[in-house]
C-alpha cells in the first residue's frame, strides 16, 4: 500500500468559518508534508512535520493550523481564509526525514467564497 | 537553501519524436535526490524518475531518461518516442529533508 488518502477532495468555504484538511497514510512514514499550489505554479512548502513534530514552518500565516495526532494522519485546520488561499493543497509522506521517496496524496481543492 | 531552476516555461514535441526538458539546482549538500514528476490536468503528482546524486550512473525508466551532471548541477529529463499522454506539466524537484520544486514547464505533444 502506497497510499496517501486526502480528504475532502473538494471543499469551499467562507471566509469566517473553520474546516480542515485530512491526511492519511499506513505505510509506517514518519515524515509528512503540506504543500500549496496555486494554478500554473509549482507546490510550495508549507510544513514538515517529522516524527509527529513540527520541524518546518515556512513562514505560513496562522489561519493555517497543523496537527499530527499520531503517525499516520496529519490535519490541516483552516480558520479565517481569504479568498487567495483558494489553491490545491497536496499533502506527502516519506519514511523518515533521511527517506528517499515521497508519495503525494491527490490533493484537496479549497475554494475561499 | 537549496533552489531548482527550470528554464523552459513550455516545449513542445511532435508525436513519436523525442525532447529533452531542462534543469539546474543549486545546493551545498553532498548527498541527495532529484525528482522529476509529472503533473497532468488531474494535479496528480506522478512520479516520472528518481537519481540518486551519490549515483553515477544515469536513472532510466522505459522511455524516459535522466542526463544527471553532478558537478554542473544539471538534471535533465529525455523523453524518447513521445506519446499523447505525455502531455502535462513537468515539474523537476530537488530533496534531502524537505522537497523543493523548479516552476515546472509544460509538455505539448503534437500528432
Known amino acids: 500500500d502506497t497510499e496517501v488518502t486526502q480528504t475532502p477532495k473538494h471543499l469551499v468555504m467562507g471566509m469566517t468559518n473553520k474546516k480542515s484538511l485530512k491526511c492519511e497514510q499506513h505505510?509506517?512514514?514518519?515524515?509528512m508534508y503540506w504543500y500549496k499550489q496555486k494554478a500554473k505554479k509549482p507546490p510550495e512548502l508549507m510544513f514538515v512535520?517529522?516524527?509527529?513534530?513540527?520541524?518546518i514552518n515556512e513562514s505560513v500565516p496562522s489561519r493555517f493550523s497543523p496537527e499530527c495526532p499520531n503517525s499516520s494522519l496529519l490535519n490541516l485546520h483552516l480558520h479565517a481564509l481569504q479568498p487567495e488561499d483558494s489553491a490545491l493543497y497536496l499533502c506527502?509522506?516519506?519514511?523518515?526525514?533521511?527517506?528517499?521517496?515521497?508519495?503525494f496524496g491527490e490533493g484537496s481543492w479549497l475554494t475561499v467564497v | 537553501a537549496q533552489t531548482v531552476t527550470q528554464s523552459q516555461p513550455e516545449m513542445s514535441v511532435q508525436e513519436a519524436e523525442t525532447v529533452t526538458l531542462s534543469c539546474t539546482y543549486d545546493?551545498?549538500?553532498?548527498?541527495?535526490?532529484l525528482f522529476w514528476y509529472k503533473q497532468p490536468p488531474s494535479r496528480q503528482m506522478i512520479l516520472v524518475i528518481r537519481?540518486?546524486?551519490?549515483?553515477?550512473q544515469n536513472a532510466t525508466e522505459n522511455r524516459f531518461s535522466v542526463n544527471f551532471q553532478k558537478a554542473a548541477k544539471s538534471f535533465s529529463l529525455k523523453i524518447s518516442d513521445s506519446q499523447l499522454g505525455d502531455a502535462a506539466m513537468y515539474f523537476c524537484?530537488?530533496?534531502?529533508?524537505?522537497?523543493?520544486f523548479g516552476a515546472g514547464t509544460r509538455l505539448t505533444v503534437k500528432p
Open positions: 506527502a509522506s516519506k519514511f523518515s526525514v533521511a527517506g528517499n521517496t515521497i508519495y
Open positions: 505505510m509506517g512514514h514518519r515524515a
Open positions: 512535520y517529522s516524527y509527529e513534530k513540527l520541524s
Open positions: 545546493t551545498s549538500e553532498s548527498d541527495y535526490y
Open positions: 537519481q540518486e546524486a551519490y549515483k553515477q
Open positions: 524537484a530537488y530533496l534531502d529533508n524537505d522537497m523543493r
